[in-house]
Nanobody, 119 residues
């Protein structure tokens, strides 16, 4: 599975951005996709995740009500709509896909896209 992110950039506080993650390869094996972020000096954290059918989502408390995760299975693409952005949302955002592999699973990662929110 290969993942390519796009949509990051610089935005003022209160603004919006939409991230995209296009998956290719053995996408049939993906059971869940998600967005993680890592700010300088901090651990990578889960922002939002969505199941392969799109029926179940979960969000970090810090982004609930502001971010929306979605996916278009026909395009093998996942999105993260980010509204009411805050300076503390500044981080590198990574796309993640969890796929089944034999009797276990494996995580795939994109290269990351920088999101910078200015105050």
């Amino acid at each position: 599975v290969q993942l390519v992110e796009s949509g990051g950039g610089l935005v003022q506080a209160g603004g919006s951005l939409r991230l995209s993650c296009a998956a290719s390869g053995s996408t049939f094996s993906i059971v869940r996709m998600g967005w993680y972020r890592q700010a300088p000096g901090k651990q990578r954290e889960l922002v939002a995740a969505i199941t392969s059918g799109g029926g179940s989502t979960n969000y970090a408390d810090s982004v609930k009500g502001r971010f929306t995760i979605s996916r278009d299975n026909a395009k093998n693409t996942m999105y993260l709509q980010m509204n009411s952005l805050k300076p503390e949302d500044t981080a590198v955002y990574y796309c993640n896909a969890r796929a089944t592999y034999i009797n276990s699973w494996v995580d795939y990662w994109g290269q990351g896209t920088q999101v910078t929110v200015s105050s």
